[in-house]
């Protein structure tokens, strides 16, 4: 029988004692692979629809989380804007409305309030404005983070559209300013159509 030089017996009992290297006296798998994360969750889902421009899909995930948590503000957030891209107007004041009650903290449900209480039918300005006013008193730079498309200056817009349409023109005027437009001389006797027509210079510049 052949004898292994004891050089190559300690070579192999080397190799084996390294942590670099697997196979020499275990089964080789090595430690167990990480658990995979999390699935994402409804309103996880939504959001990435939405922000991918699938609306509908997004809503029925949205709806989905509040079915399972009705006290799911961020859900009914989510809802909210669905249903205002939809133009389910009703349906995005209600779930704007019942975010806050659920505890919502941030600007967008009154954000949404806002745009929804301007644009619905019949439409609401004082109310556009208060909202307006509570969205700009959480965050004056607001940034809607699931469209980067909507911020202060859409708020800020919707307070002159509103002031304007309740003849508030001195209000109206003064969100201009604010908007970077240009403001109006009031002893102009053409002051109101000028105003409306920077505002609404400003409502295309801003897509609102």
Same mark, same amino acid.
């Given at each position: 029988?052949?004898?292994?030089?004891?050089?190559?017996?300690?070579?192999?009992?080397?190799?084996?004692?390294?942590?670099?290297?697997?196979?020499?006296?275990?089964?080789?798998?090595?430690?167990?692979?990480?658990?995979?994360?999390?699935?994402?969750?409804?309103?996880?889902?939504?959001?990435?629809?939405?922000?991918?421009?699938?609306?509908? *899909?997004? &809503?029925?995930?949205?709806?989905?989380?509040?079915?399972? =948590?009705? +006290? %799911? !503000?961020?859900?009914?957030?989510?809802? @909210?804007?669905?249903?205002?891209?939809?133009?389910?107007?009703?349906?995005?004041?209600?779930?704007?409305?019942?975010?806050?009650?659920?505890?919502?903290?941030?600007?967008?449900?009154?954000?949404?309030?806002?745009?929804?209480?301007?644009?619905?039918?019949?439409?609401?300005?004082?109310?556009?404005?208060?909202?307006?006013?509570?969205?700009?008193?959480?965050?004056?730079?607001?940034?809607?983070?699931?469209?980067?498309?909507?911020?202060?200056?859409?708020?800020?817009? *919707?307070? &002159?559209?509103?002031?304007?349409?309740?003849?508030?023109? =001195?209000? +109206? %005027? !003064?969100?201009?300013?604010?908007?970077? @437009?240009?403001?109006?001389?009031?002893?102009?006797?053409?002051?109101?159509?000028?105003?409306?027509?920077?505002?609404?210079?400003?409502?295309?510049?801003?897509?609102?």
């Amino acid at each position: 029988m052949l004898r292994r030089p004891i050089v190559t017996l300690w070579i192999v009992a080397s190799l084996c004692a390294s942590p670099l290297l697997v196979g020499c006296g275990d089964d080789g798998t090595g430690p167990p692979p990480p658990p995979p994360p999390p699935p994402p969750s409804l309103v996880e889902q939504g959001w990435e629809a939405f922000e991918n421009g699938d609306f509908f *899909v997004a &809503a029925n995930k949205f709806q989905q989380a509040i079915t399972d =948590d009705p +006290a %799911n !503000a961020e859900a009914r957030d989510g809802f @909210g804007w669905s249903s205002l891209k939809l133009g389910n107007l009703q349906d995005a004041q209600t779930s704007f409305d019942e975010a806050l009650v659920n505890g919502f903290a941030g600007a967008d449900p009154h954000v949404g309030r806002a745009i929804v209480l301007r644009d619905i039918s019949p439409p609401d300005f004082t109310a556009a404005i208060d909202a307006a006013g509570a969205a700009l008193a959480i965050d004056s730079v607001y940034q809607f983070a699931h469209d980067t498309e909507l911020d202060w200056r859409d708020v800020r817009l *919707v307070l &002159a559209q509103s002031h304007f349409a309740l003849s508030a023109y =001195d209000q +109206a %005027n !003064a969100q201009v300013g604010l908007l970077g @437009g240009n403001m109006q001389n009031p002893a102009s006797t053409t002051f109101v159509a000028d105003l409306l027509a920077e505002i609404e210079r400003l409502g295309v510049l801003f897509g609102g």
